[in-house]
């Protein structure tokens, strides 16, 4: 079955950069409606929870490190087929590479800080709002 939800992290360069805003309107003018959302900075032992599929990688270290290194912005999006039609919107991980007009490429600034991250499956979509979101938090 196709997930209808999927977890979009606005990343600590794109919020310093004051892209909070534009992102969250070209995700309304995508379609998704947003079912929760929070602003935070994770601690480090959070963000390598977060991001624990990627503990072997060369780039897990410095990841964790930019990702707890200021404010982000979590959302719950939802909208049929969800997480195609986001990774759609936003483009590939690096934002040269990514299409003129796609989030990663108007909000990107390098393959770490690529401006948001978008879940990669329903399955990782389902374990990544439940790391962040309780049942109460969502509307
Ligand atoms: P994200 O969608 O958050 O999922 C994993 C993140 O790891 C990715 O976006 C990038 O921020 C980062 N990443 C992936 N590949 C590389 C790489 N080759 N070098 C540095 N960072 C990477």
Not at 94 to 101: F, N
Not at 125 to 133: D, I, K, L, S, T
């Amino acid at each position: 079955m196709i997930g209808n939800k999927t977890l979009t992290i606005i990343k600590p360069m794109a919020v310093k950069k004051g892209f909070i805003g534009p992102i969250l309107t070209k995700i309304n003018e995508a379609g998704f409606r947003i079912s929760a959302m929070k602003y935070l900075q994770l601690t480090v032992e959070e963000a390598k929870a977060f991001y624990d599929e990627h503990r072997l990688k060369p780039f897990y270290d410095d990841l964790v490190a930019f990702m707890s290194s200021g404010p982000i912005v979590v959302a719950i999006i939802e909208k049929e087929n969800a997480v195609e039609e986001y990774r759609h919107l936003i483009g590939p991980t690096d934002p040269a590479k990514a299409p003129e007009g796609s989030i990663r490429r108007l909000y990107g600034t390098n393959l770490q800080q690529n401006g948001v991250h978008g879940s990669d499956s329903d399955i990782s979509a389902e374990r990544e709002c439940n790391f962040f979101f309780s049942a109460l938090e969502r509307y």
